[in-house]
């Protein structure tokens, strides 16, 4: 009962703090909202100035989603003044691409379709000099997707792995900073007189905090699929039940990182050590380019088996089976927490 | 006569420094029990101790008969804690609720403590109002009034009257004398105010984690054969050292 008291109260003080409520439950949804329009904007087509380029040539080029202006006349600084993202200069049989790369993926994107275009066009001027070769030439790709298809963009590798960090950063500051009050205005001391036995409170802010970390995962959860249209193959469940165990993972490290700062400020200053490098290893980077003692890290990182199980699940479409692994890991990484929780505690009360 | 609480060879040093220093106080039913000294000589500690979250280095502490620190038994003391130690979003009803819940009391227990120790503390019209809009004095006085929601037979006061006003102040002491008289609850008080002091029915004399001197108010004046208690606490010091 005294669980039930020390739920109740937690649920009282959170309804009475509107801008917390709002903090965990609207805030991850308004950077989901953004992230999901960053990452699904327009992408413009390349700007390539040509000058003494056959017109097949940039016929081809226009086909190829480009937007090509004729010169007459250009200077070393044409590129520059004119906003192109690239000058290709032919010379006879001399071809030069000259490239702005300001933004190294658009340079490699516009030098991939120059490259095919030209290699097109001499396969096109080849077929015209010996027409034997063209039904040797004529070979399409088909193309076979074992995850997503065409259409897959970065955001929707990258998505799930958002879903997971939100549940785990804003729940991670809010439980952090609850317990963290309670110990600085003293009332921790004070709950320390009554009655009361270590693995009660602990327990208790676990289901205080867990149910308002279970709503928010809801909330997120729900818009990302149906607002924001995220690919999800696998099971909803699924998808809820991992966001829920990193949810307490989150919770119970939140909880056990406020025994060591003295204020809500270096409670702060946990952030760039304890959540940030989660994200790094949340599997946004691939591991195996890794080196190996960061692999070694990336397997103490709770964030790294969310991640993958997210991304299993939500974009490959996982079994439970498949995810069976992260799961348990994050459920010892759980367990960890919730002991040297009560462990810390014996800082206010030895029994 | 029996001693409710006792304190026997206890002491405690947090890192180099030695808080207390083979205490020993037996404190009997019934009695109203001053610890007096200056900020920083051990007293919070030392209370801390008989409610049993701080764990003595040496020595022991009965209370009841038990040996603390004892779960069971911190049903039976009521401990105010030197800050008031209340949450600000909620109500003066609903920390009292709260805490009542802690120990244990049923819905019918809760609404009559409730209103006894509201009443007691004088905060009966400002139940209703949030505890972050509380003034100081009634923010202290609602840290007394939880003290005793559980209806404890011992109560622990860690400098009870801290930043109140001289007539409430009066008030609180007429309270702690009438608890002691018509109940007999079993009473620590730290302080360092000598005037409050005079009131108790024992002091003892602390500093530098040790008791100076120890006795009833009476017996101390003769001792140091001074009218002024403040007199009896420097003489008390200086033979000492």
Redesign the interface.
Known sequence: MRILALVKRIFRQMFRDKRTLALLFVAPLLILTLMYFLFNGNTVDPKLGVIGVDDSLVKVLKKADIQVEQYKKVSANTVVDDELDGLLEQDNRQIKLTLLNNDPSKAKGLQMKVSQAVAAQTKAMLIKQNPAAAGMAQQNIDIDYVYGDKDTVFFDVLSPILVGFFVFFFVFIISGIGLLRERTTGTLERLMSTPIRRWEIVTAYLVGYGIFAVIQTLIVVFYSITVLDIVLVGSIGHVLLINLLLALVALSLGILLSTFAASEFQMIQFIPIAVIPQIFFAGIFPLEGMANWLQAVAKVMPMYYAGDALKGVMYKGLSFSDISGDLLALIIFTVIFIVLNIFSLKKYRTL | MKSTIKVEQVSKSFGKKTVLNEVNLAIEKGQLFGLIGPSGAGKTTLVKMI?????ADKGSIHVLDKKM????L??E?G?M?Q????????TGE?NLK??A????LNKDAQKTRISYVASLVNLTDDLSK?VAAYSGGMKRRLSLA?ALIQNPQILILDEPTVGIDPELKLSIWKEFLRLKNEEQKTIIVTTHVMDEAVKCDYVAMVRDGQILTSGTPAELKALYRTDDFDEVFLRAGVKQS
């Not at chain 2, 620190?69 to 069971?72: D, I, R, T």
């Not at chain 2, 800050?83 to 909620?90: Q, R, V």
């Not at chain 2, 819940?101 to 244990?104: A, C, D, T, Y």
């Open positions: 409610v049993g979250m701080e764990k620190p004892n779960l069971a911190l049903q003391i401990y804690a800050a008031d130690a209340l949450y600000g979003e909620l609903e709260f805490f819940s802690l120990f244990g949030r939880i």
